[in-house]
T-cell receptor, first 114, second 115 residues
């Protein structure tokens, strides 16, 4: 596997379910990100991890819970979601430096909340 | 604060004609700027980036962008559109004010290419 991978690619869940999204990067990066992409809205940064430490929580509701066990893996744990949480969730990684390094994105998980 | 404005939400061109996607930025310091492309049901792919070297930046698939400080613009161009260029394009500025690499995305421009 190369680049940034995300599983599952599609997920349908009820509002009472608990599920997790997984992201893995094979690029040797040490910063990872979760974004939410909804229709007709700009890409929203949710969480940032630098060297496994969370450095940003962009006012995300507590029903979204991130976890970064090591610099290659990132999870987003979901519970009691709302229909408006349906969106494409994108994971990205980069070098954790103050240089202007681009972020590399995974293909996303298309989440539908019923 | 850093921000970007993509001036067109939709652009439609004929195959073989030039492409121009417009982007203006606002930055309190010398910015780094990027263009990303997203094909349907795919993640974002980096097309090109400007990091204070040459003002004319060449990217993948024949795209290029020119950084114009006086106009605070970073427009994306391609001389001849191909059907496979149909996608959504995002202009992005890097924001380091939080002490880490944060990307600020524009709202996106959807490019349609007609035969």
């Amino acid at each position: 596997e190369t680049g940034v991978t995300q599983t599952p690619r599609h997920l349908v869940m009820g509002m009472t379910n608990k599920k997790s999204l997984k992201c893995e990067q094979h690029l040797g990066h040490n910063a990872m990100y979760w974004y939410k992409q909804s229709a007709k809205k700009p890409l929203e940064l949710m969480f940032v991890y630098n060297f496994k430490e969370q450095t940003e929580n962009n006012s995300v509701p507590s029903r979204f819970s991130p976890e970064c066990p090591n610099s290659s893996h990132l999870f987003l744990h979901l519970h009691t979601l709302q229909p408006e949480d349906s969106a494409l969730y994108l994971c990205a990684s980069s070098q954790a430096t103050l240089n202007y390094n681009e972020q590399f994105f995974g293909p996303g998980t298309r989440l539908t909340v019923l | 604060a850093q921000s970007v404005t993509q001036l067109d939400s939709h652009v439609s061109v004929s195959e073989g004609t030039p492409v121009l996607l417009r982007c203006n930025y606002s930055s309190s310091y010398s910015p780094s700027l990027f263009w990303y492309v997203q094909h349907p049901n795919k993640g974002l792919q980096l097309l090109l980036k400007y990091t204070s070297a040459a003002t004319l930046v060449k990217g993948i698939n024949g795209f290029e962008a020119e950084f114009k400080k006086s106009e605070t613009s970073f427009h994306l161009t391609k001389p001849s559109a191909h059907m496979s260029d149909a996608a959504e394009y995002f202009c992005v500025v890097s924001d380091l004010s939080g002490g880490y690499n944060k990307l600020i995305f524009g709202a996106g421009t959807r490019l349609a290419v007609h035969p």
